[in-house]
């Protein structure tokens, strides 16, 4: 099959849609479908080096990201190739460029939703005009609590195809966990959570950062690394938080990685408190590590943890979060339980080969109507 995934941001960010087109591309590549990324023209690109040489990548023209300037370029690359099915990412160019170019040929192409609506509603509500959903094959959605909001905002069904992992390079690891240490100064017997997320407040960092200060009462040690980066506001905000909440010696800020997994391993928990969260390729990372997650109630959580592998808190309760982390990091032997509960589940539902051959099933039905 000739399949497209199109996106203006792929090569330009290392989020979780990004990801998410990247893995599945690769692997529905080295099934022997022909593959094309159509995305926007990024010289200093740090997610290129991810995409498998067999992966086709059209680099469209723009200026500077305005969605505005990539439509003309994705309507033409949609009327002036072949492709059995095109699958659109997020209802920005994309998303309009889709809608228009339909009304001048028609063409199969599916929505796939990385996102809740309760927090990304003006993408939902873009997809409206130019008749992109209604026209679209399929709306595909990442968790059943992303599926709601679909079909709520549509009146359609929508099928699930959940995010995905690498078990092979997210894996427990004790050399790259003392590496890890060594490199950031942290002791070896220090304990360590860790969260891997875009510095946004949407994200639930502030909470974790109040769970930290909770926590350095009892335990002077304690170690929080935040892999992942925002806009200067953002960043600048998180960064006077802790020096307000006296936690600075205990907070290491990592920007964006190329490669996160020596971190997962320097870590003892995960902790993510999001009040939205689609499904969350970083739970998967974590739990694919042997982490065990402390996470917000609610959204794709209960989905994700429904066979274990974790603990769901009141992402507004800082002192009882502290608590639950505190006992946690007591119990050494509950701890190696719960990684290796999520570790089962990752290995089980949700590596990368798997996630693609839901895509392909879906695409093969489509294609035989």
């Known amino acids: 099959m000739k399949i497209a995934f199109a996106h203006m941001f792929t090569l330009r960010t290392p989020r979780g849609i990004e990801r998410f087109i990247i893995n599945v591309s690769n692997s529905l590549a080295r099934k022997g479908h022909e593959i094309t990324i159509i995305t926007g023209r990024c010289p200093d690109s740090p997610t290129r080096g991810w995409i498998d040489p067999r992966v086709r990548i059209h680099e469209i023209r723009h200026h500077n990201w305005h969605k505005a300037s990539f439509i003309p370029c994705f ?3 949609f009327l002036t190739h072949d492709y059995d099915i095109v699958n659109l990412a997020i209802a920005r160019a994309e998303g309009y460029a889709a809608g228009l170019a339909y009304k001048l040929r028609k063409f199969r192409f599916n929505i796939v939703f990385q996102y809740p609506f309760e927090n990304h509603e003006k993408h939902f509500i873009a997809f409206k005009r130019f008749g992109t959903a209604k026209h679209a094959d399929e709306l595909i959605s990442a968790s059943a609590y992303i599926a709601q909001g679909v079909e709520s905002c549509f009146g359609r069904p929508s099928q699930m195809v959940p995010n995905g ?14 590496d890890t240490r060594k490199k950031l100064g942290i002791p070896e017997d220090a304990p360590v959570l860790i969260t891997v ?10 909470k974790v950062l109040d769970v930290v200060e909770y926590l350095k009462r009892s335990m002077p040690d304690i170690r929080y690394i935040l892999c992942g980066d925002g806009n200067n506001r953002d960043r600048e905000a998180f960064h006077a938080k802790v020096a307000a909440l006296g ?6 800020f990592m920007g964006n990685q190329k490669d996160v997994s020596g971190f997962y391993n320097a870590a003892d928990l995960f902790v993510f408190l999001p009040e939205f969260e689609g499904f969350g390729i970083v739970a998967l990372e974590a739990m694919a590590s042997g982490l065990p997650l402390i996470v917000s109630q609610g959204s794709a959580f209960p989905e994700i943890l429904a066979e274990g592998g974790g603990v769901m808190v009141d992402p507004d309760a800082p002192a009882e979060i502290a608590r639950t982390i505190h006992a946690l990091l007591q119990d050494r032997e509950r701890r190696s339980l719960m990684g290796a509960a999520g570790r089962a589940v990752v290995e089980k539902k949700y590596s990368w080969d798997a996630v ?8 093969r039905n489509q294609l035989s109507i």
């Open 75 to 77: 309507m033409h690359d």
């Open 247 to 252: 936690i600075v010696p205990n907070v290491h």
């Open 165 to 178: 992992v690498d078990p092979s390079l997210f894996r427990s690891d004790r050399v790259r966990r003392s």
């Open 356 to 363: 693609a051959s839901q895509l392909e099933t879906i695409f």
């Open 197 to 206: 997320s875009a510095l946004q407040g949407r994200k639930g960092i502030e």
